[in-house]
């Protein structure tokens, strides 16, 4: 079974810095995909950024970006330029690349406080 | 605009009573998913549908039990309320490898 593991249970970082959230898997699978989900106090789940494992290059969407490391099986998120915003709880989660199914797999996640 | 939905936002019920979640998705999205959010372990798969009479068990599927008569709506049943099933419950639906989009959640306290 895939695991998700999110060893940083909260994170703190000054407005306009830049701060990095953890992530590992673990999987047999060679087709598959990550993301990163923000979930701020609304609860709402919003997708922030997604990574096929296929693709070397890491993804970036606007102040949030990825490391990748496949051999490692780590799934990093950085964001940059720090916004109040950007607090929230964060997740990393998993997806096998099968055809029909797209269930998530998700980590422990991860509560990100920004400070004025 | 498409849209999924989820109802009541906030319901407290006594335990050993018979709980009713509704998810009602106009994607016309063949995967539909629940899942329970607890503190300290994330989001934990249910139950999940990937169309209409078709229904899998999850991760933590004990005491939950789900219905796909239509394509738009995927309920979940606790069969008889526990407290230890207090939690932010997450309905989420998706095409088949695209992206899953979540409802609003219920908060759902079992006394």
């Known amino acids: 079974a895939q695991t998700v593991t999110q060893s940083q249970p909260e994170m703190s970082v000054q407005e306009a810095e830049t701060v990095t959230l953890s992530c590992t898997y673990d999987t047999s699978e060679s087709d598959y995909y990550l993301f990163w989900y923000k979930q701020p106090p609304s609860r709402q789940m919003i997708l922030v950024i997604r990574q096929e494992a296929y693709k070397q290059q890491n993804a970036t969407e606007n102040r949030f970006s990825v490391n990748f490391q496949k051999a490692a099986k780590s799934f990093s998120l950085k964001i940059s330029d720090s916004q109040l915003g950007d607090a929230a709880m964060y997740f990393c989660a998993y997806r096998r690349g099968e055809t029909s199914g797209s269930r998530l797999t998700f980590g422990e996640g991860t509560q990100l406080t920004v400070n004025p | 605009d498409a849209e999924i939905t989820q109802s009541p936002r906030h319901k407290i019920t006594e335990t050993g009573r018979q709980v009713t979640l509704a998810c009602h998705q106009t994607w016309n999205h063949n995967n539909m998913f629940w899942y329970r959010q607890d503190l300290g372990h994330g989001l934990r798969l249910i139950h999940y549908?990937?169309?209409?009479?078709?229904?899998n068990k999850g991760e933590v599927s004990d005491g939950y039990s789900v219905s796909r008569s239509n394509t738009e709506d995927l309920p979940l049943t606790l069969e008889s309320a526990a407290s230890s099933q207090t939690s932010v419950y997450f309905c989420?639906?998706?095409?088949?490898?695209?992206?899953?989009?979540f409802g609003q959640g219920t908060r759902l306290t079992v006394v």
């Open positions: 989420a639906s998706s095409y088949p490898r695209g992206q899953a989009f």
């Open positions: 549908s990937y169309g209409v009479q078709d229904t």
